[in-house]
């Protein structure tokens, strides 16, 4: 997993400048997000789609996530349901 995790991390030409703020897990979510983004114009996997994808835990997903929105890459968009449903992705 830690292998895929820095292929991901290491063949996407992100400015040294940007890698240097995000650890290699936060680079390989900033890779997923953009390529997702890019092929369908939206980013609506689940963390647990995220983690599996990039090769780290649920929890490593939400804390890149969170990275991302904290430097203002990315917006966060909850979308609830009626109560007793489960969120959209």
């Known amino acids: 997993?830690?292998?895929r995790r820095r292929t991901l991390a290491a063949?996407?030409?992100m400015p040294p400048i940007m890698a240097?703020?995000?650890t290699t897990s936060q680079v390989a979510y900033a890779r997923l997000v953009a390529d997702e983004t890019?092929?369908?114009g939206c980013f609506n996997l689940t963390l647990d789609e995220a983690a599996d994808r990039i090769g780290t835990c649920r929890k490593t997903a939400q804390r890149a996530q969170d990275r991302?929105?904290?430097l203002g890459?990315?917006?966060i968009e909850?979308?609830?349901r009626a109560k007793g449903f489960k969120h959209l992705p």
């Open 1 to 3: 997993m830690i292998t």
């Open 11 to 13: 063949t996407w030409p």
């Open 20 to 22: 240097g703020m995000l």
């Open 38 to 40: 890019r092929a369908k």
């Open 68 to 70: 991302l929105a904290e």
């Open 73 to 75: 890459w990315i917006t």
């Open 78 to 80: 909850h979308r609830k």
